[in-house]
């Protein structure tokens, strides 16, 4: 397995990029290609007192990078050597297995889009994190990738959600639920009215386990393996459990610095403060997979540290382990099926 | 002041309802008008203990009771005799300064919509919480009333969002976020980029202290006073927020309970655990003003206990008091202006 490295993206680049990258070597025994100015990385190296490639690394040049000022949609057009296109045109080329870049999101997914393409009759790629959830962590897709979305969309995330957390969670049968504001099937906008309808058709043809209307308490609480949403109350979702658990996490880390006596408290639980700040640990998870694209590609956060691109390189090899895309591509026809047969007209207008 | 309750809405109903209204009573030397059946209210006062009405505490007789199983829309309607639409026509009477009710939240919507009627020149009411955030509360408008939104309605939100953060919570100029999934105005769909143009406009006219969009973590971490979204969006950003502050409650008691010395620790920070509690505890708050009804109505969580109840009460009569109906009044053609002059086109069609 070799997963390629956009060494020059996100906000602690080069030095995380490279540091992550060096880790993910060594522990997983992966081999890493990174993107990025040749001579800025090997210094990069030189300055984290790696004198020579080590076994495993490899450096491909790439003299430009894509920065937030650019226009994401256009960016990896006008800028050919950034480390985002080199590193997605050596993904294509077949050089590597999965990419990872925690550059601007909105630059990945047009540059993914339209270099790397989408599985065939994949409509639109979601990006679909895991998020934390009761019971251990739920798919949520999308999560801002299309803010806005038609029924058909949804039910292909939902699709894609479902097989993504049967080869990647390890999930029997994964739990499917539409994020909603009520469990009955008028709940919502017409968005979501319409959308249940074709995850009903969906459930009832068996090929997918769609529990229904999900609230977002209950998504939260972890009644659902996967987490369907569109880009906008996707975002607002997630950003919502991060901002609660970083208000909670230092809520708690106030109640344990009041005194001599409340510090000791902290030491007779610390095991359960690491398990607690671990529940709500962004880079534990590494990034989010950009699904729907016809080869794997792995969003790290913006501020990813060298452990977040250690786990956003891990998780790009399990993706093309996974066999996830195969199984996308196998089961296109069957939503493409499912979509002409339920939604006939509005899809000839889309 | 007097508050008007209905004893029959609600999961804990009659029991908590009229428990929360001695409690009010008490405490808030408040008169309570207590609306269900007679009997079974006096009853319920005897089985807690009470023989005799207490001073400030009336009962009015409502023989019949909407269920969850009514069509909300027309309940109140078909039962001409539910507490909920006594209880609404006594508020319409001028028998009390403000309603309370912890029953289905369709069905008070409808109720006090078409019975109490809107503020005149308001389009929708809108169900407006203050939830927790790091600045110590914010007010989310709307969390759920109006599930689809045109931006006018959103203008109007934020509007009665400012008065409500300036009248009942005190702030100052109160900053006003439009939920969003970036901070830039072109981001998220054709509502929020439409009602940024008019927030923005209303800004600049001095009307309202705009911030711009506001992502939902930063909406969690207290930048804002007054959050504005649509019924949607609004409810999976509450619910997020109650699930995830469900969620890492119980992860911190599974921590402090393990072992002998986790649970002396828990000894060691209980204030602590108490005000980690309290930060999400809905109880504290009791219930959600329904604003842009010409009258102050709260709607208490359906499964209200009677601190809840009685916490919804002190928020009726606080409401009635803080004069922001009279504010909404005063403004609604400042409002309006701003209205015709921004969107004269899509106005007209709705």
């Given at each position: 397995?070799?997963?390629?490295?956009?060494?020059?993206?996100?906000?602690?680049?080069?030095?995380?990029?490279?540091?992550?990258?060096?880790?993910?070597?060594?522990?997983?025994?992966?081999?890493?290609?990174?993107?990025?100015?040749?001579?800025?990385?090997?210094?990069?190296?030189?300055?984290?007192?790696?004198?020579?490639?080590?076994?495993?690394?490899?450096?491909?040049?790439?003299?430009?990078?894509?920065?937030?000022?650019?226009?994401?949609?256009?960016?990896?057009?006008?800028k050919?050597?950034?480390?985002?296109?080199?590193?997605?045109?050596?993904?294509?080329?077949?050089?590597?297995?999965?990419?990872?870049?925690?550059?601007?999101?909105?630059?990945?997914?047009?540059?993914?889009?339209?270099?790397?393409?989408?599985?065939?009759?994949?409509?639109?790629?979601?990006?679909?994190?895991?998020?934390?959830?009761?019971?251990?962590?739920?798919?949520?897709i999308?999560?801002?990738?299309?803010?806005?979305?038609t029924?058909?969309?949804?039910?292909?995330f939902?699709?894609?959600?479902?097989?993504?957390?049967?080869?990647?969670?390890?999930?029997?049968?994964?739990?499917?639920?539409l994020?909603?504001?009520?469990?009955?099937?008028?709940?919502?906008?017409?968005?979501?009215?319409e959308?249940?309808?074709?995850?009903?058709?969906?459930?009832?043809?068996?090929?997918?386990?769609?529990?229904?209307?999900?609230?977002?308490?209950?998504?939260?609480?972890?009644?659902?393996?996967?987490?369907?949403?569109?880009?906008?109350?996707?975002?607002?979702?997630?950003?919502?459990?991060?901002?609660?658990?970083?208000?909670?996490?230092?809520?708690?880390?106030?109640?344990?610095?009041?005194n001599?006596?409340?510090?000791?408290?902290?030491?007779?639980?610390?095991?359960?403060?690491?398990?607690?700040?671990?529940?709500?640990?962004?880079?534990?998870?590494?990034?989010t997979?950009?699904?729907g694209?016809?080869?794997?590609?792995?969003?790290?956060?913006?501020?990813?540290?060298?452990?977040a691109?250690?786990?956003?390189?891990?998780?790009?090899?399990?993706?093309?382990q996974?066999?996830?895309?195969?199984?996308?591509?196998?089961?296109?026809?069957?939503?493409?099926m499912?979509?002409?047969?339920?939604?006939?007209?509005?899809?000839?207008?889309?």
């Amino acid at each position: 397995m070799k997963v390629i490295v956009d060494a020059m993206g996100g906000d602690n680049a080069p030095r995380s990029n490279v540091q992550g990258a060096l880790n993910a070597v060594k522990k997983y025994g992966v081999d890493v290609v990174l993107v990025g100015d040749g001579q800025i990385l090997l210094e990069c190296l030189k300055g984290l007192g790696v004198e020579n490639l080590p076994k495993g690394l490899e450096i491909v040049h790439a003299g430009e990078v894509i920065t937030m000022e650019d226009d994401p949609a256009t960016a990896f057009r006008r800028k050919k050597d950034s480390s985002l296109t080199v590193g997605l045109e050596l993904l294509n080329g077949g050089a590597g297995d999965a990419f990872v870049s925690a550059g601007s999101t909105g630059a990945l997914l047009s540059a993914a889009t339209l270099l790397t393409k989408r599985v065939k009759g994949i409509r639109r790629a979601a990006l679909a994190p895991v998020v934390p959830t009761g019971n251990g962590g739920a798919v949520l897709i999308d999560c801002g990738a299309n803010a806005e979305c038609t029924p058909e969309y949804l039910l292909q995330f939902a699709y894609m959600g479902s097989f993504y957390a049967q080869k990647v969670l390890g999930r029997q049968a994964p739990k499917v639920g539409l994020l909603n504001i009520g469990v009955e099937p008028s709940k919502g906008t017409g968005l979501q009215k319409e959308t249940y309808l074709l995850l009903e058709e969906a459930d009832r043809s068996g090929g997918l386990n769609f529990v229904g209307n999900v609230e977002a308490r209950e998504a939260v609480e972890g009644t659902v393996d996967v987490i369907v949403a569109d880009g906008y109350a996707g975002n607002i979702f997630l950003k919502t459990v991060e901002g609660a658990g970083k208000l909670l996490g230092r809520q708690m880390k106030g109640m344990f610095k009041k005194n001599l006596l409340t510090k000791l408290a902290a030491v007779l639980v610390k095991d359960g403060i690491r398990e607690f700040k671990a529940l709500m640990d962004a880079d534990a998870v590494g990034g989010t997979a950009l699904i729907g694209i016809s080869k794997p590609v792995i969003k790290a956060h913006g501020s990813s540290n060298e452990v977040a691109i250690q786990n956003a390189i891990r998780q790009g090899f399990t993706l093309a382990q996974s066999g996830l895309i195969d199984d996308i591509t196998a089961h296109v026809g069957y939503m493409s099926m499912e979509r002409e047969k339920m939604c006939g007209e509005s899809v000839e207008k889309s």
